[in-house]
């Protein structure tokens, strides 16, 4: 019988990082202050070699600066490398204690619990203090810790205030503005509360308003209450010169008066007054905060509407101007006569339009040398003033009586009539221009040309 025999080969494969024959290092959980190195760490073994992986990765250097953190260790022997064993690390600095900076108290201040450190009155840790201490004077005090990685002192400042007390209420009353006085305590509001716009001392306000000045410390706030009132120097009003004629009525000032001198001399003058010369006119106003000055010319052309007649020739008196004479009779202005004398070839009553810059004015109607006694009726009516603004007067030289008046335009066209209260026209609806007047009494008529201003 042969007999066969069967020869099985069993190859069997290790993984050498799942298992090793070199034993883990044993090491216990670390502590260090700031800046540690791997070189600080400690472990029992040979070749040690430290990891921040529990696998993979390069071993850390000799320098690599710590953190709070899990490491991990491995030790070679004959060249094999064991298994990473974890190793905890903690990292501790010096004591962050706390930091109070400036405190207040109101009448005093009791110190609080310190979560790091503890109170001393001085900075070398001889005199104790404990939470809960009254402190009733401002002083500085130290807050100071210690531990195995150093230790650390913080002064802080107590200030002990008291309730707050402002002065009452204030009024000030100034020229053209207001420097706030200094008032470190606060500040100044311009609505109650401490709302509003705030203003510092030494801030200029320059317009009347109330402002509040308010302040708050630990034992509450205060407040009062300023009142500013600002006064401007005077002004005057800016006069043009004025260029007129036969008057200037002075008219109303926001500010001020009318003098006929510098410096309130002379005469006094008021709005309303009327001015028939040439002259300066003088303007002051003064108050608590100053005086203003001013002064403005009024040049008054005074036009002569006299008229002469020698040898039935007329001749105005106003020289340098133009001239257009007027028959009354007619009520027209006669054809190419413009020259300062005149001599009609028509017996009647003349006058003459007088212009001179941007005056004028109608001379009365005159007789001609050559007029009948008949025509002599015509002179009993006179007129004032001319020119007119507002009431006419129309007086009758004898005794007759005016029985009515027509007043027409250039053009002829009747304007109005009246023959009720005759001796007062009211020509205040009137508009400005030259008018004739025509007044009937006794079956005559007598013409008059005036202007309306």
């Known amino acids: 019988m042969n007999r066969i025999l069967l020869f ?12 090793s024959i070199t034993p ?15 070189s600080n760490l400690v472990a029992n073994g040979t070749s040690l070699q430290w990891y921040e992986k ?5 071993a850390l250097s000799s320098s690599f600066q710590l953190a709070t953190a899990t490491y991990y260790v491995t030790q070679t022997i004959d060249n094999e490398e064991s298994v990473r064993v974890a190793v905890e690390v903690t990292i501790n600095q010096a004591p962050l204690i706390d930091e109070l900076g400036v405190v207040y108290g109101c009448s005093s201040y009791t110190l609080p619990a310190l979560s790091v450190g503890n109170y001393y009155g001085n900075d070398n840790q001889t005199d104790p203090f404990f939470a809960g201490d009254v402190i009733e004077a401002d002083r500085t005090m130290y807050i100071y810790g210690e531990n195995e990685c150093g230790s650390a002192q913080s002064p802080f400042f107590i200030i002990i205030e008291s309730a707050l007390s ?8 100034v020229c053209d503005s207001y420097i706030l006085p200094d008032f470190s305590e606060g500040g100044y509001y311009t609505e109650s509360g401490g709302n509003g716009t705030m203003y510092n001392g030494g801030d200029e306000i320059t317009m009347s308003q109330i402002l509040y000045k308010h302040t708050t410390n630990s034992c509450g706030s205060a407040e009062t209450v300023l009142d500013i009132t600002i006064n401007y120097g005077p002004y005057v009003d800016f006069l043009d010169d004025v260029h007129t004629c036969e008057s200037y009525t002075l008219p109303h000032l926001s500010s001020g008066n009318f003098y006929t001198q510098p410096n309130t001399a002379g005469d006094i003058l008021y709005p309303g007054d009327l001015i028939t010369s040439s002259q300066v006119i003088y303007l002051y106003a003064g108050n608590g905060c100053g005086e203003a000055q001013g002064s403005f010319y009024v040049e008054i052309s005074e036009l002569d509407k006299t008229v002469s007649l020698e040898e039935n020739t007329f001749t105005a008196s106003q020289i340098d101007a133009s001239y257009e004479w007027w028959d009354c009779n007619a009520e027209a202005f006669v054809a190419g006569e413009n020259g300062q004398s005149f001599s009609p070839q028509t017996p009647g009553l003349y006058s003459v339009f007088i212009t001179y810059g941007d005056c004028s004015i109608w001379s009365d109607c005159m007789l001609s040398n050559s007029l009948s006694a008949e025509d002599l009726k015509f002179e009993k009516v006179s007129i004032y003033p001319n ?12 005794s007759d009586k005016i029985e009515k008046i027509v007043i027409l335009d250039v053009s002829g066209k009747i304007i109005m ?9 009211n020509l ?3 508009g400005s221009g030259m008018y004739v007047l025509k007044a009937f009494s006794n079956g005559s008529t007598q013409t008059h040309k005036f202007i309306k201003e």
């Open 54 to 58: 529990v696998t993979g990765g390069n």
């Open 8 to 19: 099985i080969a069993l190859v069997v494969f290790i993984n050498q990082d799942a298992f």
């Open 417 to 425: 009539q009246q023959s009720e209260k005759i001796n007062l026209v």
């Open 428 to 430: 205040e609806r009137l």
């Open 24 to 38: 883990p290092p044993s090491a216990l959980p670390q502590s260090f202050c700031d800046h540690a190195t791997v």
């Open 166 to 173: 402002l002065p009452v209420n204030e009024s000030v009353v």
């Open 387 to 398: 020119p007119v603004s507002s009431i006419l007067n129309v007086v009758h030289k004898q």
